[in-house]
């Protein structure tokens, strides 16, 4: 299930290839499979992206499939905008995780390794999905990293609470209720609800659950102090944080690349905002972004949007 990286999808411009001021991500990249990682002993950063090619979450869900194939889509477009990371910052591709005939428990847990691996080896997931159902896999690795007894807060930027019953089978839209039932030092916080997207049933299970949530219509770019407060005290009960975007809680006209195209959806500079403040917290450990489906894309629209964002939180984590 695991697929070496490979430098098909980074390509672009070349403005110099000397000057590093004028490098594109194509030409900072580095190619490094899972079994090579080791801690370096720097004290500078390093970035591990790990592609998920799955949408069995989302076929299970009744969605419509296609975000499998986002994480080459997504490294096409990232390759080709200007970096601006540190030099003394790394970037390096650690290949895929595939999921083959449906298997998408094996998989997860094939990412879960993965990640762990990752961060054992000091370096920053950044998880490049997929269906939704990439967090359950994300999650899986940070808490093997952490052991059991951390506080883990996860942070879910997301228009689903993704709380349904997986009595039958888990899906893309089960992971926190699988995890917030095993798990008992893990917190959940969502940002970006809405009611035209959970029934009440499912409001009640969060509240059951003690989920703490803000709803679209509560969030403003011109207004966001209420949102990071709220934010810095979830993050302030939790010793570690993981972070997942969900790009069906983004505006549909911006990006309609999505299995759940959201009218009501966030403008992408709210987005952007939302994640510099996140990635910027200390306590933040990974980035997965999911849902992105090339597929379903106009002009590449939400590929596009989904390689700036990813390049936001490149460029703001603090850790």
Same mark, same amino acid.
């Given at each position: ?7 098909? #999808? ?15 991500? #194509? ?15 720097? @004290? ?28 080459? /889509? ?31 428990? +094996? ?6 390794? +993965?990640?762990?691996?990752?961060? =054992? ?14 967090? /359950? ?28 019953? /997986? @009595? ?38 969060? =509240? ?16 966001? =102090? ?22 069906? %809680?983004?505006?549909?006209? /911006? ?15 709210? %987005? ?6 996140? %990635? ?17 894309? @106009? ?7 989904? +390689? ?8 703001? %984590?603090?850790?």
């Amino acid at each position: 299930m695991y697929n070496k990286p490979s430098l098909t #999808h980074w390509n672009g411009r070349v403005d110099s290839e000397t000057d590093m001021d004028s490098f594109r991500y #194509h030409q900072r990249v580095k190619m490094r499979p899972i079994s090579e990682l080791s801690i370096t002993g720097k @004290e500078s950063k390093t970035y591990g992206m790990i592609g998920f090619k799955c949408d069995e979450g989302v076929k299970r869900n009744k969605g419509r499939i296609g975000a499998g194939e986002a994480p080459d /889509y997504i490294r096409q477009s990232l390759a080709k905008l200007p970096c601006h990371l540190t030099p003394e910052t790394e970037l390096v591709d650690t290949g895929d995780v595939v999921c083959e005939s449906g298997e998408m428990e +094996a998989a997860q847990d094939q990412l879960g390794a +993965a990640v762990a691996r990752i961060l =054992e080896s000091d370096v920053i997931p950044i998880i490049l999905g997929g269906g939704h159902e990439t967090f /359950y896999g994300h999650y899986l690795g940070a808490r093997k990293f952490l052991g059991s007894k951390a506080r883990l807060g996860m942070i879910n930027i997301d228009a689903h609470f993704d709380m349904r019953p /997986y @009595e039958k089978e888990s899906s893309s839209g089960t992971m926190f209720k699988q995890i917030l039932d095993k798990d008992q030092n893990c917190r959940y916080l969502c940002v970006g609800i809405q009611k035209q997207g959970n029934t009440k049933a499912l409001f009640k299970t969060a =509240e059951k659950n003690k989920v703490e949530y803000i709803l679209e219509e509560e969030l403003s770019l011109n207004d966001m =102090e209420d949102t990071k407060h709220r934010i810095n005290e979830f993050a302030k009960e939790n010793d570690f944080i993981i972070l997942t975007l969900c790009t069906d %809680v983004i505006d549909s006209a /911006y990006a309609p690349g999505v299995s759940a195209p959201s009218p009501f959806g966030l403008d992408p500079k709210l %987005v952007r905002s939302l994640l510099r403040h996140v %990635v910027a917290n200390e306590k933040i450990l990974s980035f997965d972004i999911s849902e992105v489906n090339p597929s379903l894309d @106009e002009n590449n629209k939400t590929v596009t949007l989904a +390689a700036h964002l990813v390049n936001e939180v490149l460029l703001h %984590v603090i850790s």
